[in-house]
């Protein structure tokens, strides 16, 4: 099984629906953050997470929210989709001891 | 503000040479460590290589190795031998300290047979 894993895998929608991101981790670590990655380019950060009691706004944060059920759980919503938020999403969990980002397989989102 | 540059947005390579991809990186701190990241079109991102600021001597992983000139702030990621497996988007990472990391806006690299 992977140590940090993404539901779903790949999602179509449509504009103005609501979409929740899943992401969960096995790694045991405290840190866990959400990037977009548009093609061709590099990564965006839009919230992280250093404890299940702290969240955090990256760059690009307006039209998303985020929760942090557990130290394993951090799950990304968007609460009204827009054609512009079609995107490649990753979870990532940062090791405090090394600095290393563990991520997920990413999810690849289109808003139609 | 921290930022990491990767002033080659495109590279290519014949197969089996050597190719350097470089990256710059702006910070005050004197602790840090810094990554290499590849993301093959299979869009999975993969640890390349690290290295830790207070070391001198310059990380290896097989073909992968860096050169790192604190001083100057750069890291330069070295592919030795390259295969067509190496063929990816390759992304400077740096993170001072407890902080969160700084990616650059990646290299894409072609392998031509």
């Known amino acids: 099984d992977a140590d940090v894993t993404q539901t779903p895998r790949n999602r179509i929608t449509k504009t103005g629906k609501r979409i929740m991101l899943e992401c969960s981790q096995t790694?045991?670590?405290?840190?866990m953050y959400w990037y977009r990655q548009d093609p061709g380019l590099g990564l965006q950060l839009i919230y992280y997470s250093f404890d299940v009691k702290d969240i955090n706004k990256g760059e690009i944060s307006d039209g998303y929210s985020v929760s942090r059920q557990a130290q394993a759980k951090f799950s990304l919503s968007l609460e009204s989709a827009i054609p512009n938020q079609t995107a490649l999403y990753f979870c990532?969990?940062?090791?405090?001891?090394?600095?290393?980002?563990?991520f997920g397989e990413g999810s690849r989102l289109t808003v139609l | 503000a921290q930022t990491v540059t990767q002033s080659q947005p495109e590279m290519s390579v014949q197969e089996a040479e050597t190719v350097t991809l470089s990256c710059t990186y702006d910070t005050s701190e004197s602790d840090y460590y810094l990554f290499w990241y590849k993301q093959p079109p299979s869009r999975q991102m993969i640890l390349v290589i690290r290295?830790?600021?207070?070391?001198?001597q310059n990380a290896t992983e097989n073909r992968f190795s860096v050169n790192f000139q604190k001083a100057a702030k750069s890291f330069s990621l070295k592919i030795s031998d390259s295969q067509l497996g190496d063929a990816a988007m390759y992304f400077c990472?740096?993170?001072?300290?407890?902080?969160?990391?700084?990616f650059g806006q990646g290299t894409r690299l072609t392998i031509n047979p």
């Open positions: 990532a969990v940062q090791s405090l001891f090394t600095g290393e980002l563990f």
């Open positions: 290295q830790e600021a207070y070391k001198q």
């Open positions: 790694k045991g670590h405290d840190r």
């Open positions: 990472a740096y993170v001072p300290g407890a902080q969160k990391l700084v």
